[in-house]
Nanobody
Framework: EVQLVESGGDLVQAGGSLRLSCAAS????????IAWFRQVPGKGREGISC????????YYTDSVQGRFTMSSDAVKKTMSLQMDDLRFEDTALYYC???????????????????RGQGTQVTVSS
């Protein structure tokens, strides 16, 4: 059974930092491009960072570039998102995701076929 379990979400003041973690199981982790998405109620899921399974390159959207850092550990089957200089607009439910099918290039559009966790809430107070 595929499982992705996020942790680390919290309430934090603007300018602060948080580190999100995700533990994966049930699939061959190194074969999948992995990503973090976030969602605000009433809006679609927004892809914010991605590590390509083919070349290990990390991509970020403009909204988080320079503030967020994504990393992964294929041995431990974990991924993390270090979030610094948090802003009110970063408030969202954050999901770790494995893009389906295996070997998919990085993309920031979510597919219902992707594997994802239940999410962890990040709330930034202004």
């Amino acid at each position: 059974e595929v499982q992705l379990v996020e942790s680390g979400g919290d309430l934090v003041q603007a300018g602060g930092s948080l580190r999100l973690s995700c533990a994966a199981s049930g699939f061959t982790f190194e074969d999948y491009t992995i990503a973090w998405f976030r969602q605000v109620p009433g809006k679609g899921r927004e892809g914010i960072s991605c590590i390509s399974s083919s070349d290990g390159h990390t991509y970020y959207t403009d909204s988080v570039q320079g503030r967020f850092t994504m990393s992964s550990d294929a041995v431990k089957k974990t991924m993390s998102l270090q979030m610094d200089d948090l802003r009110f607009e970063d408030t969202a439910l954050y999901y770790c995701t494995a893009l389906f099918p295996p070997g998919t290039p990085c993309r920031f559009l979510y597919s219902d076929r992707d594997y994802r966790g239940q999410g962890t809430q990040v709330t930034v107070s202004s």
